[in-house]
């Protein structure tokens, strides 16, 4: 059974940093390009970051310049770095596989920017 497990979140002012992670059991950790979701209060969930096996990394545009994803094959985690945050921002965040798996969702963490 997938479990990934999301931490991290947290209460920050406009222009504060967060360290988002998510460890991952269950699967194949480095076989899997990964990817970070969020979803706003009373909007869809749409993709943040994803990171491919080789490392390779991909941004939507409005987090390019401010977040940075990574993953660590050995600790089977994956990593969502936010600086600059913006009120924009504030969302709930999930990890799941690239593209996702809808099995694998969990109860992501909830990130708040406060202006």
């Known amino acids: 059974q997938v479990q990934l497990v999301e931490s991290g979140g947290g209460l920050v002012q406009a222009g504060g940093s967060l360290r988002l992670s998510c460890a991952a059991s269950?699967?194949?950790?480095?076989?899997?390009?990964m990817g970070w979701y969020r979803q706003a209060p009373g909007k869809q969930r749409e993709l943040v970051a994803t990171?491919?096996?080789?490392?390779?990394?991909n941004y939507e545009d409005s987090v390019k310049g401010r977040f940075t994803i990574s993953r660590d094959n050995a600790r089977n985690t994956v990593y969502l770095q936010m600086n600059s945050l913006k009120s924009e921002d504030t969302a709930v965040y999930y990890c799941?596989?690239?593209?996702?798996?809808?099995?694998?969702w969990g109860k992501g963490t909830l990130v708040t920017v406060s202006s």
């Open positions: 990171i491919t096996r080789g490392g390779k990394t």
């Open positions: 799941n596989t690239s593209p996702p798996a809808e099995d694998y």
């Open positions: 269950g699967l194949i950790f480095s076989r899997n390009a």
